[in-house]
């Protein structure tokens, strides 16, 4: 049997290692696990999860999710929806930047003063669904 | 005048995200793809490939793949398989660690002193691999 958790939010980034934005969704997932709200929230490993991950994908399927997508392509958002259930809320960090695409540039390694800021960003608005989501929980 | 794509190593992180193991297979290949055999080799997005992103299964298809896998799940190998990329080597963090037991890497987000000594060891073995590919 599953052993699932207690009102947890469960926090999917994409973690592309093809750009930056990726980087920054695996980031700014762990600032809010590490940091920000860490006895709310938990991890799923994207994939572990696509690969077939019992644990990962029963949680996703009772438990609220949010998913966090470096690019437009919304991979963490497709596989959730796919495998386990539709996302509480869903994350694209070129949304905030305004910047469409995935940039290969400064660093899809280490992040940069401004790609850390950003991830800061996105780390703040992750942290703010959770309260949301936590807030409606029935 | 058609062109050809030149060939390259694809080396394909898990990047699990939960334990350190995920963060040093990351690094490794970035360690790689950026550093010791840059021009000879690409990462690309593991979740494209299990999306099923048309452009990035080609690329695995048409390419020989490196994956490397932070624990014995092998998410990655298993991943690229299954979208029918031609997995020419799989590595495994767990496997670096039995062989550097004095390494005690602990940090995820960013790695500790332990986690990047791994993550440069198990490289240097991904380049090696490497270059035994770009030779056939």
């Known amino acids: 049997m599953v052993d699932l958790p207690e009102k947890k939010v469960g926090v999917i980034s994409c973690s592309g290692e093809g750009c930056v934005e990726g980087t920054i969704s695996r980031v700014a997932t762990r600032m809010v696990l590490e940091q920000l709200r860490p006895d709310q929230t938990v991890t799923i490993c994207l994939p572990l999860f696509l690969a077939g991950g019992e644990e990962e994908r029963a949680f996703a399927r009772y438990y609220p999710t949010i998913t966090v997508d470096g690019c437009e392509k919304k991979c963490a958002k497709v596989g959730t929806e796919r495998y386990s259930g539709k996302p509480a809320s869903s994350i694209v960090v070129t949304d905030l930047t305004g910047n469409p695409g995935c940039s290969k540039s400064p660093s899809r390694r280490q992040l940069d003063r401004e790609a850390l800021i950003l991830a800061e960003k996105v780390a703040q608005r992750i942290a703010q669904e959770v309260d949301e989501v936590l807030k409606h929980w029935r | ?136």
């Open chain 2, 1 to 136: 005048m058609k062109t050809t794509m030149q060939k390259k190593v694809i080396v394909i992180p898990c990047s699990g995200i939960g334990k350190a193991l995920g963060s040093i297979s990351r690094e490794a290949a970035y360690e790689v793809v950026e550093s010791l055999r840059k021009g000879v080799t690409e990462t690309t997005c593991l979740a494209l490939i299990t999306s099923g992103d048309t452009e990035t299964l080609q690329l695995v298809k048409s390419n020989k793949c490196i994956t490397v896998d932070g624990c014995p799940l092998q998410c990655a190998e298993k991943n690229v398989r299954l979208a029918g990329g031609d997995v020419a080597a799989s590595f495994r963090v767990v496997d670096a660690l039995k062989e550097n037991r004095k390494l005690k890497p602990k940090t995820v987000t960013f790695l500790d002193h332990d986690g990047q000594q791994l993550s440069v060891i198990l490289a240097r073995d991904i380049a090696k691999k490497v270059d035994e590919l770009v030779e056939k």
